[in-house]
């Protein structure tokens, strides 16, 4: 029905960067907030940063300036540059979205697979 999939994660050095990109397939009447949430080993599941349909952004405090979410809704995908990471930053990455779909009247939180992002000090 509908599917969000991630791309981008992978190994990073302290201090780099990454981005992560993920994509929204199916049948999309409208999408509202996107965001990125991330999990650690033993952790719970945390947000990173979400990012509304007027392009206003929020962010966790441990990646305020460093991190930056943005979308580009003629894809309907949402993006995270990661810079100036950090250990810390080790986690599996998900990308949610909150989207209309064809035959539903009301917006329903779709979540990606998960992509692991591994910093390395």
């Known amino acids: 029905q509908l599917q969000l999939v991630e791309s981008g994660g992978g190994l990073g050095q302290a201090g780099g960067s990454l981005r992560l990109s993920c994509a929204a397939s199916g049948r999309i009447v409208s999408i509202s907030a996107m965001g990125w949430y991330r999990q650690a080993p033993g952790k719970q599941r945390e947000l990173v940063a979400t990012i509304t349909s007027g392009n206003r952004a929020n962010y966790a405090d441990s990646v305020k300036g460093r991190f930056d979410i943005s979308r580009d809704d003629a894809k309907n995908t949402v993006y995270l540059q990661m810079n100036s990471l950090k250990p810390e930053d080790t986690a599996v990455y998900y990308c949610?979205?909150?989207?209309?779909?064809?035959?539903?009247?009301?917006?329903?939180?779709?979540w990606g697979q998960g992509t692991q992002v591994t910093v390395s000090s």
């Open positions: 949610n979205a909150d989207v209309v779909v064809y035959g539903q009247f009301y917006a329903k939180a779709y």
